[in-house]
C-alpha cells in the first residue's frame, strides 16, 4: 500500500473520531437539558432603553437566579428569588434589606394595573402568538415568541437550553414596566431563558433592546443566590415598586443602593 494510500485512511480515521466525539458532546449537552441541570452559571446581557444604556447580568443554578443592573459601574437593581415557586426580592446589600417583588402570590402577577383600579387577566392565548423561526445566540439556538398586550409589542427570543426563568428577574426599565405582568405570566407557563427581547418592528437609539453577548458555565454558591439570613424585611409587596432608573432618579437610586454588588 503507497503511503499516499496510508495517510488518507489515517485521516479518515481522525474525521470519523471527531465526529464521534462532537456526537457525543451533543448527545450528553441534550441528557443534561432535559435532566434540568445543563445550565450552572452566569448570562451576560446588553440593554438600550430610551436611549440609555445598561448592564445585565444573570446567574442561574437550578431554580435559583441573580439579577444585576448597572450603568457604568452604579448598581441600580439587585434583585434573587426561585423561578419554581416564583419568588422575587429587590435586594439592597449595602442596607441589609430587602423587599418582596410579588408578595400576594403568583397569580397577583397575572393583573396588569391601569386606571381607576382596572385589574385584567392576562390571557396568553390571545397575546403570544408562537413562531418557528429560529436563530443562534450567543452560541445557544433561541425560537421567537411574539408578545401583545400591555406595552410594546415585544419579540421575545428564548432558549430551552438554559433552564427555567422568572420574569420577576427582568430589570425595571420603562418598557419592561409597562409589560411587566406579561412578561411574568409568559415566563410562568412558557419555560426558557431570553436570549433577546426587542420591540418588534422598531430599531434606531430609542428602540427597547435585551440581548445576551456572552454565556458563561461556571459554579455557583448556593449563599450567592440566596437573601442572606440577617437582612431585615421591608415592607411593601406589589405596591411598594422600586423607582425606574433614568435620568431624573439616578442620583437618588445610587445613594440609596450603594451596595458595591459582589460579582463573579
Given at each position: ?6 495517510s488518507s485512511l489515517r485521516l479518515k480515521h481522525l474525521l470519523q473520531i471527531a465526529i464521534l466525539s462532537v456526537v457525543s ?31 445585565y447580568s444573570l446567574w442561574l443554578k437550578q431554580d435559583l437566579w441573580r439579577a444585576e443592573l448597572r450603568q457604568g459601574p ?86 430551552s437550553e438554559l433552564g427555567t426563568y422568572s420574569g420577576l428577574a427582568i430589570p425595571l426599565l420603562k418598557k419592561t414596566q ?87
Amino acid at each position: 500500500m503507497s503511503s499516499v494510500s496510508t495517510s488518507s485512511l489515517r485521516l479518515k480515521h481522525l474525521l470519523q473520531i471527531a465526529i464521534l466525539s462532537v456526537v457525543s458532546l451533543n448527545w450528553a449537552t441534550a441528557q443534561e437539558t432535559e435532566s434540568g441541570t445543563a445550565f450552572e452559571g452566569r448570562i451576560d446581557y446588553e440593554i438600550s432603553s430610551e436611549g440609555s444604556k445598561w448592564t445585565y447580568s444573570l446567574w442561574l443554578k437550578q431554580d435559583l437566579w441573580r439579577a444585576e443592573l448597572r450603568q457604568g459601574p452604579t448598581l441600580y437593581e439587585l434583585r434573587m428569588g426561585n423561578s419554581r415557586d416564583l419568588t422575587g426580592f429587590l435586594v439592597n446589600e449595602g442596607g441589609k434589606a430587602y423587599r418582596p417583588l410579588n408578595r400576594r402570590g403568583p397569580e397577583e402577577g397575572d393583573r396588569p394595573r391601569g386606571g381607576d383600579g382596572d385589574r385584567r387577566s392576562v390571557d396568553l392565548t390571545k397575546i403570544v402568538t408562537k413562531s418557528d423561526k429560529e436563530v443562534l445566540i450567543a452560541g445557544f439556538t433561541a425560537r421567537l415568541d411574539v408578545l401583545k398586550g400591555a406595552g410594546s409589542k415585544m419579540d421575545v427570543w428564548t432558549s430551552s437550553e438554559l433552564g427555567t426563568y422568572s420574569g420577576l428577574a427582568i430589570p425595571l426599565l420603562k418598557k419592561t414596566q409597562e409589560k411587566a405582568p406579561v412578561f411574568i405570566a409568559y415566563f410562568r407557563e412558557f419555560q426558557g431563558v431570553p436570549l433577546l427581547i426587542e420591540e418588534s418592528g422598531k430599531s434606531g437609539k430609542k428602540a427597547f433592546q435585551f440581548k445576551a453577548i456572552a454565556v458563561t458555565r461556571m459554579s455557583v454558591e448556593d449563599s450567592f443566590l440566596h437573601v442572606p439570613e440577617d437582612f431585615k424585611l421591608q415592607g411593601g409587596g406589589t405596591r411598594a415598586r422600586p423607582s425606574v432608573p433614568g435620568p431624573g432618579n439616578g442620583l437618588r437610586e445610587g445613594k440609596e443602593r450603594r451596595s458595591g454588588g459582589r460579582s463573579r
